[in-house]
Nanobody
Framework: QVQLVESGGGLVQPGGSLRLSCAAS????????MSWYRQAPGKERDLVAT????????NYADSVKGRFIISRDNTKNTLYLQMNRLKPEDTALYYC?????????WGRGTQVTVSS
């Protein structure tokens, strides 16, 4: 059974940091590019960043470049998103996804709220 379970979200003040994790199981994690997406209330789900099977980050959204870092540990079947200098506009439900041509595998998301 394919599972992607996000964790690490929470409430943080502007300027703070959070590290999201996504634990994968039920599929061969290492052969898929992986992505983080986010969806704010009333908005579409947007791509935040993608990382290749070999760990090369790609496709950072302009709004997070220089602040967020995507990484992965194929030995632990885990995807990460280090989020620094957080802004209120980063508030969203964050999802991880395994990128597949036939349709991504998705997690259920973890909430990130940036507020003072």
């Amino acid at each position: 059974q394919v599972q992607l379970v996000e964790s690490g979200g929470g409430l943080v003040q502007p300027g703070g940091s959070l590290r999201l994790s996504c634990a994968a199981s039920g599929f061969i994690f290492s052969i898929y590019d992986m992505s983080w997406y986010r969806q704010a209330p009333g908005k579409e789900r947007d791509l935040v960043a993608t990382i290749t099977t070999f760990g090369a980050p790609t496709n950072y959204a302009d709004s997070v470049k220089g602040r967020f870092i995507i990484s992965r540990d194929n030995t632990k079947n885990t995807l990460y998103l280090q989020m620094n200098r957080l802004k209120p506009e980063d508030t969203a439900l964050y999802y991880c996804a395994a990128v597949r041509r036939s349709g991504n595998y998705w997690g259920r998301g973890t909430q990130v709220t940036v507020s003072s």
